[in-house]
């Protein structure tokens, strides 16, 4: 299939920005560094670690993509959605909402665009709130031997009293290693990462733990918003999952050589896969899951289970009733894709 490049990159600046209120307004072509630059001179931050953008990333493709770091554990990630504090404009008037179908449900058409890398449509500005940047962040890095009790460690935390920020697992040549980033006050976090080690201790015992400061940084973390841990020129697939799918489906991927991450307390999973994408999407199809893929082939953004699809159809129709853009033909229809709504 043909198709043209759509060139934002001139759309660009931040129209508004109000400190007090913690929001500002851009286009969406403006580079998140840019964004990034402005917030910090204000002690403000995005908290949803929005990736890659050192590497020119622009805050529409961002949101459109709904592609966020490990922050996201805490804060949310970024989508297009009104109810959430990070909100994208497909237009600059009209209704925020069309009526669609003989049912004459409401479609909420920000909702819609999330996660489509801009197959939906493109966002023309985005409306975002910020956060205060924590004065001081720390890192606390486990290993253990095998993933089982590294995964029975991140269920243990994720519902401890612990105010935890970020929260990933990486499978790594030496053991399996989870990664746990506290902010907040400086002369607070020593003893908070006391207690976390002492919570770990008590779960299931890791072979090794360490603790980095702000002068000591963890460079997890800078690998996780290059994602420079990738293979290069490799495909890589964002795939939403559970602890507990983990438990099966990582020993698979490791059989097969893909290269994991597993963020925002194990519930997003990024796979860089060399292989032919087709094995990976009947890899995904066989265990009911879905992933986004970020890089790899340009017309096929999504692999695997396809939940529903009579609702894409829907959208679509109602988007695009003459099929000039040709949105669905990205996401051929699965045959055990989900046909409600």
């Known amino acids: 299939m043909d198709a043209a490049l759509l060139d934002l990159a001139a759309l660009?600046?931040?129209?508004?920005?109000?400190?007090?209120?913690?929001?500002f307004t851009a286009r969406a072509g403006t580079p998140l560094s840019e964004v990034q630059v402005m917030l910090a001179e204000k002690g403000q931050y995005l908290p949803f670690d929005p990736p890659l953008a050192e590497?020119?990333?622009t805050l529409g493709g961002t949101v459109a993509a709904a592609l966020s770091g490990p922050g996201r554990?805490?804060?949310?990630?970024?989508?297009?959605?009104?109810?959430?504090?990070?909100?994208g404009r497909a237009r600059r008037r009209g209704a925020r909402r069309r009526q669609c179908g003989q049912e004459r449900r409401?479609?909420?058409?920000?909702?819609?665009?999330?996660?489509q890398p801009g197959q939906a449509g493109?966002?023309?500005?985005?409306?975002?709130q910020s956060l205060p940047a924590p004065p001081a962040t720390a890192t606390l890095c486990a290993v253990y031997a095998d993933l089982n009790p590294a995964l029975n460690a991140i269920l243990r935390l994720t519902r401890s009293q612990f105010d935890i920020d970020a929260l990933d697992l990486a499978p790594l040549a030496d053991g399996i290693v989870l990664w746990i980033r506290l902010g907040g006050l400086p002369n607070a976090l020593?003893?908070?990462l006391d207690g976390l080690t002492a919570l770990l201790n008590q779960t299931a015992a890791p072979q090794s733990i360490e603790q980095h400061g702000e002068d000591n940084p963890a460079g997890h973390w800078d690998e996780m918003n290059r994602l420079s841990w990738r293979i290069p020129d490799a495909a890589l697939v964002k795939i939403p999952v559970t602890p507990e799918r983990i438990r099966t489906l990582d020993a698979e991927l490791a059989r097969q050589g893909a290269v994991r991450r597993y963020s925002a307390g194990a519930n997003s999973a990024w796979v860089s896969w060399s292989a032919p994408c087709d094995a990976l999407d009947s890899l995904l199809q066989r265990r009911q899951l879905g992933g986004l893929c970020l890089f790899g082939p340009a017309q096929r953004p999504w692999l695997g289970h396809l939940p529903g699809w009579a609702m894409l159809q829907r959208v679509a129709s109602t988007l695009d009733p003459h099929n000039k853009f040709a949105v669905l033909d990205a996401y051929p229809v699965k045959a055990n894709a989900t046909e409600g709504a």
Do not use: I, K, N, W
């Open 122 to 128: 493109r966002p023309h500005r985005v409306d975002v």
């Open 73 to 87: 554990l805490r804060y949310g990630g970024a989508r297009l959605s009104h109810r959430r504090p990070l909100r």
């Open 55 to 57: 590497d020119g990333a």
């Open 12 to 23: 660009r600046g931040v129209t508004v920005y109000d400190p007090g209120e913690f929001t």
């Open 190 to 192: 020593p003893g908070r």
């Open 106 to 115: 409401r479609l909420r058409l920000p909702q819609t665009h999330g996660g």
